[in-house]
């Protein structure tokens, strides 16, 4: 198949856009180049680099010249280049540049922006895959410098259709953690490991740009090697080569502030000694130079300091023993105030409250119903005095048909009709006769 290819199809110009471009130490360049359908594996060898007229670089449009071959190890088909020629900036870098040039214009990579990195952070936001080498790596070199370090994990895709939306989400929720029961951190970093510009295209799209510009956190931003840069170093506090270089920025190293802390300790006793020894021979100095001579020479020389320390130390007394009086007073108000604030006390008024008001519902009760029974009383008697008993007992009765209705005109009976007529005792029957 080799043979075939070489000879059949032999050397050939080639044009797309060059992508995942990787330089090894030989001097051996290996990258793709690709179009909207296609793409295909291609080695420039360092010789042949070193005479091209145009290096490659991701995201180049070039005109390749060489010839079709097979890298039999692995069975695949490639390019041997022999001649580079740029044809032009590709999409993917056309559309970096523009983007690039917007947000500078709009101010978005202003210097007087940048936040400062705090000193001694507490907690550290890390915008990334879960599963990346990229988070192991920062894992690391935050426990073994700044032990003390707790690191939040917000995980994200960082490659792929949609990734942008997840990394811009999280900037944006981590940014305002109250708002999303999030835990606040001191300072974020968003990175993932090396790879093409397309694999790192995510991080140069709008969305994660302004994210970056409206977080009100200090971001770093690490993504890829330290030869890549995308839109999102370039509007971040702080860019990082690689995410393993953005830990070591944020947090200081633990065994140096260890040193620094011991070296100013060490400077820091040895200058109070130097004082002691300078103020010592000071003192001396002047002892000598100020002591009467004569047996009661030191006496009378101390005299004078003797009694303005017994007035320092009366006074010292005087002002300790009000400061002491002016504390115990608070402590016995604050005391009171603890006391009638207790809740032991408190419940204890609330029972006494619940008490007279208990007290006050009974004796109103009870006149309520003193009073709806005086006026059943008086209504009972006012139904007697206007009822029909009371009519029945002064002898009159009523006089009803078979129906049950009152007779009040003679002329509404008739002969024959039987009639019941009711009495305070007892009721008759009666029939009407002509």
């Not at 080639?14 to 179009?35: M, P, W």
Request: hydrophobic content about 40%; some cysteine; proline content about 5%.
């Amino acid at each position: 198949m080799k043979n075939l290819l070489e000879i059949e199809i032999g050397e050939i110009w080639v044009e797309g856009e060059i992508s995942n471009l990787r330089r090894q130490a030989s001097g051996h360049c290996y990258f793709t180049l690709k179009d909207a359908g296609a793409q295909v594996s291609c080695v420039l060898f360092r010789g042949t680099a070193a005479r091209a007229q145009a290096q490659p670089e991701d995201g180049m449009q070039a005109r390749l010249f060489g010839e079709v071959s097979v890298y039999e190890a692995r069975g695949q088909v490639q390019l041997i280049v022999k001649q580079v020629e740029d044809a032009g900036l590709g999409d993917l870098q056309a559309k970096f540049e523009a983007l690039k040039r917007k947000l500078d214009r709009e101010g978005l990579f202003d210097p007087s922006l940048k936040k400062p990195l705090p000193r001694f952070p507490g907690t550290i936001g890390l915008v990334t895959s879960p599963t990346g080498a990229a988070l192991q790596d920062m894992l690391n070199i935050l426990t073994r410098r700044a032990p003390w370090v707790q690191p939040v994990l917000y995980p994200v895709t960082v490659q792929g259709k949609g990734a942008e939306v997840s990394i811009a989400r999280a900037i944006e929720q981590l940014g305002e953690p109250e708002k999303y029961d999030l835990p606040r951190v001191d300072v974020m970093i968003i990175g993932r490991g090396g790879g093409s510009l397309e694999d790192l295209w995510n991080f140069n799209e709008e969305l994660v740009a302004r994210a970056i510009h409206a977080c009100p956190i200090p971001l770093v931003s690490a993504v890829g090697h330290e030869i890549d840069f995308t839109i999102a170093d370039f509007v971040a506090d702080m860019r990082a080569p690689t995410p393993s270089a953005a830990a070591e920025l944020v947090v200081p190293d633990a065994g140096e502030l260890r040193t620094r802390v011991s070296r100013s300790a060490d400077a820091l006793q040895r200058a109070m000694e130097n004082r002691l020894k300078h103020d010592t021979a000071i003192l001396t100095s002047a002892r000598r130079a100020l002591m009467p001579r004569g047996a009661d020479g030191a006496e009378r020389a101390l005299r004078e300091p003797i009694q303005n320390l017994d007035r320092l130390r009366q006074d010292l007394k005087i002002a300790s023993d009000s400061q002491l009086d002016d504390l115990q007073t608070k402590l016995r108000e604050m005391g009171m105030l603890h006391a009638a604030h207790h809740p032991q006390r408190v419940m204890q008024r609330r029972a006494e409250r619940l008490d007279h008001v208990r007290v006050l519902l009974e004796r109103a009760g009870k006149n309520a119903l003193q009073q709806s029974a005086d006026r059943l009383q008086a209504l009972t008697s006012l139904v007697r005095t206007l009822g029909p008993e009371s009519t029945f007992a002064r002898g009159f009765s009523i006089t009803m048909d078979e129906a049950g209705r009152i007779i009040t005109d003679a002329s509404g009976v008739k002969e024959g009709e039987l009639l019941t007529s009711k009495f305070a005792k007892g009721e008759l029957k009666s029939r009407v006769g002509s």
